[in-house]
Each structure stands twice: as structure tokens, then as C-alpha cells.
């Protein structure tokens, strides 16, 4: 079992950055494939970047590749969301997930963090 508490949403300007932590309970973190998610307001959960256990491996949906870089840090057990060139459309809960393998649907993982808020003013 894991627990997932995220961190560092807030609000920002657009073409600003923010990092997402999502730090996770455990020992055997290194044995989890990451995902981060995003969940607007009215829409379904969307899927935004992934990592291996390792970290060696990374997946990140189109409409984020080239402005943001998801990492882990396994001794701090910890999984990061660098999130640069923000735009409006980007606003939305951000959520961390814990999987046993990677993968791009929310049926991929099995645990799931509470959310933190990112908002982008235009």
C-alpha cells in the first residue's frame, strides 16, 4: 500500500512555472511506475506524464511535450512535475498516481494522491 500527497499548485501567470511534488508513503517506491493527471473542471481525468520505477522511462501527453519534465527521486521518494510555458488551458486539479506499470489511462494505477489545484490567469 501507498499514500500520495501532492504539492505546489497554485496560481500563476501564463508563460510562468510551477513544480509539482507528490511525495509517497513506503518502501517500495522504487517498485511504482508514477503518473501525473489533470482533471478540469466538468471533464474527465486526462493523463499527463509518466515515469518508470527507475526513472529511465518517461511519457508525456501531447499537449504538454517540450513544456513540462516529470522526475523521481527515489531516495526522497518523491515524484516531481516541472511544469513550464503555462497556459490557461492548463488550469485544473493535478493528481499523482502509483501504478505497477507504467501507463496512460487512469486504469493503469492503483493509488491515487488528493489533488493540488494549478490555476494559469490568461
Known amino acids: 500500500q501507498v499514500q500520495l500527497v501532492e504539492s505546489g499548485g497554485g496560481l500563476v501567470q501564463a508563460g510562468g512555472s510551477l513544480r509539482l511534488s507528490c511525495a509517497a508513503s513506503g518502501r517500495t517506491f522504487r517498485n511504482y511506475a508514477m503518473g501525473w493527471f489533470r482533471q478540469a473542471p466538468g471533464k474527465e481525468r486526462k493523463f499527463v506524464a509518466a515515469i518508470g520505477g527507475s526513472g529511465g522511462s518517461t511519457y508525456y501527453a501531447d499537449s504538454v511535450k517540450g513544456r513540462f519534465t516529470i522526475s523521481r527521486d527515489n531516495a526522497k521518494n518523491t515524484v516531481y512535475l516541472q511544469m513550464n510555458s503555462l497556459k490557461p488551458e492548463d488550469t485544473a486539479v493535478y493528481y499523482c498516481?502509483?501504478?505497477?506499470?507504467?501507463?496512460?489511462?487512469?486504469?493503469?494505477?492503483?493509488?491515487w494522491g488528493q489533488g493540488t489545484q494549478v490555476t494559469v490567469s490568461s
Open positions: 498516481a502509483a501504478g505497477a506499470v507504467v501507463g496512460v489511462t487512469t486504469s493503469a494505477y492503483d493509488h
